[in-house]
């Protein structure tokens, strides 16, 4: 079984910075690739970013490019979520997950149903 944990979430003012983290348990972690969703109330959860098992690639929703960035450390077991130039539509509660394929991608990254660990969430608010 595998566990997901988020921290870093907050309250923030538009234009502000958040570091979002999410550790993994588990001695498999490096082999799978790890994605950033996020749902706001009343919205379908939608894809925010994606990295591969070795952090060699790196995908982002055209909503955050250039402004966020995904990254990890497979020493720390965690997966990161740089957040700048926040603004208030930004505002969702951020949920990290597991790929479902052992080292190996399908392309659909974007996609939920690629995921099969996902975790409780993170709370993220920007305010105007």
């Known amino acids: 079984q595998v566990q997901l944990v988020e921290s870093g979430g907050g309250l923030v003012q538009a234009g502000g910075s958040l570091r979002l983290s999410c550790a993994a348990s588990?001695?498999?972690?490096?082999?799978?690739?790890m994605g950033w969703f996020r749902q706001a109330p009343g919205k379908e959860r939608e894809f925010v970013a994606a990295v591969t098992w070795s952090g060699g690639n790196t995908y982002y929703a055209d909503s955050v490019k250039g402004r966020f960035t995904i990254s990890r450390d497979n020493a720390k077991n965690t997966v990161y979520l740089q957040m700048n130039s926040l603004k208030p539509e930004n505002t969702a509660v951020y949920h990290c997950?597991?790929?479902?394929?052992?080292?190996?991608?399908?392309?659909?990254?974007?996609?939920?149903?690629?995921?099969?660990?996902w975790g409780q969430g993170t709370q993220v608010t920007v305010s105007s």
């Open positions: 588990g001695r498999t972690f490096s082999s799978y690739g």
């Open positions: 997950a597991r790929n479902r394929y052992y080292k190996s991608y399908s392309g659909r990254y974007y996609y939920t149903g690629e995921y099969d660990y």
